[in-house]
T-cell receptor, first 110, second 115 residues
Framework: QKEVEQNSGPLSVPEGAIASLNCTYS??????FFWYRQYSGKSPELIMS????GDKEDGRFTAQLNKASQYVSLLIRDSQPSDSATYLC??????????FGQGTTLQVKP | KAGVTQTPRYLIKTRGQQVTLSCSPI?????VSWYQQTPGQGLQFLFE???????NKGNFPGRFSGRQFSNSRSEMNVSTLELGDSALYLC??????????????FGEGSWLTVV
């Protein structure tokens, strides 16, 4: 089992729709969770961090964390073509290492 | 405030050679981590340095090594390069140790091609 798992996609949504990106992790004691966005040929850029159960909203982005289910998600409301990128879920576990999932490719179609 | 700076940005090396990559973290950040990104394996953790000490290491062979200087700048070295080492090498810095939950910021990366 991979430490952090994401569906590679591509996830295709129409412009203006809600994009839902999901991630599961295996280390039950993980405490810190991050979503990064990576455009092709660029480095990852932090979008959201979340540390406690529940929802955290920042503009069009909402991160959701459920530690009991070892599940973290990212919702993007009113998706725009400029949101088309690879979204990386990352988790810091007990070892202190930031472990990334393989990433989900999101395509927002005009 | 300047971001994480990596040099060189692009380089081409021959199999068997060695390479040194440099990273200057954000001012005040003491933790520097290195990652390798390839299409097939994604982003993989190489090592983390904090206050000149290696605090964490990923599952890479001993050909991959690194160090951190007193000013928090870091270098990583890959010896006896193999074709499979072709990748984007990313440096990331944070204020404190990785497991403290501090935000981690990435540099633009160094693109290494081994021929």
């Amino acid at each position: 089992q991979k430490e952090v798992e994401q569906n590679s996609g591509p996830l295709s949504v129409p412009e203006g729709a809600i994009a839902s990106l999901n991630c599961t992790y295996s280390d039950r004691v993980s405490q810190s969770f991050f979503w990064y966005r990576q455009y092709s040929g660029k480095s990852p850029e932090l979008i959201m961090s979340i540390y406690s159960n529940g929802d955290k909203e920042d503009g069009r982005f909402t991160a959701q964390l459920n530690k009991a289910s070892q599940y973290v998600s990212l919702l993007i409301r009113d998706s725009q073509p400029s949101d088309s990128a690879t979204y990386l879920c990352a988790v810091i576990g007990n070892t202190g290492k930031l472990i990334f999932g393989q990433g989900t490719t999101l395509q927002v179609k005009p | 405030k300047a971001g994480v700076t990596q040099t060189p940005r692009y380089l081409i090396k021959t199999r068997g050679q060695q390479v040194t990559l440099s990273c200057s973290p954000i001012s005040g950040h003491r933790s520097v981590s290195w990652y390798q990104q390839t299409p097939g394996q994604g982003l993989q953790f190489l090592f983390e340095y904090f206050s000149e000490t290696q605090r964490n290491k990923g599952n890479f062979p001993g050909r991959f090594s690194g160090r951190q200087f007193s000013n928090s700048r870091s270098e990583m070295n890959v010896s006896t390069l193999e074709l499979g080492d072709s990748a984007l090498y990313l440096c990331a810095s944070s204020l404190d140790r990785g497991n403290s939950g501090n935000t981690i910021y990435f540099g633009e990366g160094s693109w290494l091609t081994v021929v």
